[in-house]
């Protein structure tokens, strides 16, 4: 997807005779959206302005070990052995040109070969070396810019890292602002560069610091001679828009909230440091008992922390493991004004969502548990525990004309409005934060209209649904009978059955409900097992026994099983 933007002039931090002037220029091709305001609290957004850059530049994707000083040597040892190897070209060419009389012709294919050689090594190196030397060059090619939305009550920045594993929402509350004005609510992306992040450390407290979306953008008519107007063309990958909307919309399902102190935060950033693991698993593993204090583990050490003054609520006793640890280390910028981290689990292995509290503003830190994956395949985990049929038109006609009338909703309000139950509303805002019209907003626990991309997102621009995963749909309807379905001593559950006349299927569900193992006779579950996702028939194994997938009360079981 190609997204077209347009700035006049570049955002900046500014010094006034009163103090500093933060000022964000908007695109221009979306609908206008401005701001103005003072910072009641400008540390904290320094702090948390700085955090979210590091989730935007962060990348743990593997880079091989610099071996310059090998490959200097190595090249040495090449240049030796080509002198001798020349030198004993051109004493065999000397007899050869004495018996034939007369000189060789020369090798025009190999010195072209040669020239060429020379030409894409040095491109090469010079690209290696912008990327280590020219950040600002550097950040051009990110997928796209910072979004900001400013909402009645709250103005929020979303990011998304440059490998697309982990996102991150700074929430600023209307109230730490003073003496506002040119207020246009709305949603934007703004220009951001590494020299706007620098300018970020130069806020202090003992000055005035004014925000300001610059409202005048909008108001001059530019032009293509104006040297303040630019237009750019970035080119955003289906795994970019893929990855973002699938944590949109993991975001919107019912997930087990976990409170953790500063103190817990920081034993885990502090010991993540210091220790470096060798060898798997590398996991954060919640152990919750009701009424017990909450005990986080970090593996492969089996580091136990437990939270004395926090006890687990739950309902019944959980082991939840998360992956995508090493990211935590961007909250210990914000451990001095930490109040508490809230985190919000969806099951082993799935995304965590970890809210850092600093009074008026909230950072969402969204972790997708693995630093590369495919979203365009659509086999992650994450599409395994959407629901697993779409909402009826009327559902989703009546939540467009309540967003319209207004655009925050909580889910039992909205289903009041919409006069639908909250298991098909619930189902619906999923939809709609999968295409990128729907944030859901945890720290204050209610759904806002935004849309991420000045055009409608459909599942064409996203990449379609898992083949799979469609296909199991109508298994479970009509071609799907359960033969056997018991819980084993640790706690997992067994469902063995038929499915489209095939032979025996068996599959092994978690405490999550998630499949864990499978076996089935089909091509696509013999050629790539679980790596890829289930087969159709595994799934629609799973669904029959979760009573989802088939006609009948789909959404409520679908919603009871979540927040039960």
């Known amino acids: 997807m190609q997204l077209n933007t347009a700035y006049r002039g570049r955002s900046a931090v500014a ?42 530049i962060s990348d743990l994707r593997f880079k091989p070990k610099d ?131 620098e300018h970020f450390q130069t806020i202090r407290s003992y000055r ?18 104006d040297p303040a107007y630019r237009e750019e063309k970035i080119d955003l990958p289906q795994s970019w828009l893929r990855g973002f909307s699938s944590l949109q919309s993991a975001m919107s399902l019912p997930m087990r909230r976990v409170p953790l102190s500063r103190e817990a935060v920081y034993s885990v950033i502090a010991f993540l440091t210091r220790n470096k693991s060798k060898r798997s698993p590398r996991a954060v593993r919640f152990e919750l008992t009701p009424g017990r ?57 799935l995304p965590s969502f970890w809210v850092a509290k600093m009074g008026e503003m909230k950072l969402t830190l969204g972790l997708s548990g693995w630093t590369a994956n495919d979203w365009t395949s659509g086999g992650s985990a994450i599409d395994q525990i959407a629901p697993p049929v779409a909402p009826s038109n009327d559902v989703m006609q009546a939540m467009a004309a309540a967003f319209r009338d207004s655009p925050t909703w909580t889910l039992p309000a909205l289903a009041t409005k919409t006069r639908g139950s909250e298991a098909a509303v619930s189902a619906g805002l999923n939809k709609l ?74 599959v092994t569900l978690d405490a999550d409900d998630r499949i864990v193992a499978g076996k089935c006779g089909c091509s696509y579950f013999y050629t790539g097992g679980l790596r890829k996702g289930p087969c159709r028939h595994l799934q629609a194994l799973r669904n029959k026994a979760l009573g989802v997938g088939g006609d009948g009360g789909t959404l409520d079981n679908w919603f009871r099983r979540f927040t039960n």
């Not at 626990?445 to 459909?458: A, C, F, I, K, N």
């Open 15 to 56: 010094q006034t005779p009163v103090g500093l002037a933060v000022s964000l220029a908007p695109n221009l091709r979306r609908d206008r959206v401005s701001y103005t305001g003072v910072l009641r609290q400008p540390l904290r957004f320094r702090e948390a302005m700085s955090a979210l850059h590091d989730v935007v």
């Open 67 to 197: 071996k310059t000083a090998y490959e200097e040597w190595k090249k040495e040892e090449a240049a030796k052995e080509a002198h001798i190897r020349t030198e004993a070209v051109k004493l065999k060419r000397a007899e050869l040109e004495k018996e034939r009389g007369r000189p060789m012709p020369p090798g025009l294919e190999r010195k072209f070969q040669r020239c060429r050689q020379r030409y894409w090594d040095a491109r090469t190196r010079y690209s290696n070396l912008l990327s280590r030397e020219d950040p600002e060059l550097w950040r051009m090619l990110m997928p796209c810019d910072p979004v900001i939305t400013v909402s009645p009550d709250v103005m929020f920045f979303e990011c998304f890292s440059a490998d697309e594993s982990s996102y991150g929402c700074l929430t600023v509350e209307r109230d730490a602002f003073e003496a506002e004005r040119d207020v246009a609510l709305g949603t934007t992306n703004v220009d951001y560069s590494w020299r706007l992040y």
């Open 208 to 225: 005035e610091t004014r925000f300001t979306i610059d409202p005048l953008g909008f108001e001059v008519q530019t032009s293509t001679d």
């Open 293 to 349: 204090p909450v005990k986080l583990v970090l593996e492969p050490w089996d580091k136990e922390i437990v939270v004395h003054d926090l006890p687990s609520s739950g309902a019944r006793k959980e082991v939840i493991r998360t992956w995508g640890r090493d990211r935590l280390r961007v909250l210990g910028r914000l451990l001095p004004l930490l109040d508490g981290v809230d985190v919000y689990l969806l099951g082993t292995g």
């Open 433 to 506: 934060a999968l295409l990128g019209q729907v944030i859901h907003d945890l720290p204050h626990g209610v759904y806002r209209w935004r849309q991420v991309m000045p055009v409608t997102l459909s599942a064409e621009v996203i990449g379609p649904e898992n083949e799979e995963t469609v296909a199991a749909r109508e298994l479970t309807r009509w071609r799907c009978k359960i033969n056997s379905d018991k819980t084993d001593a640790k706690g997992q559950r067994q469902v063995v059955g038929t499915v489209d006349g095939r032979s025996t299927s068996e």
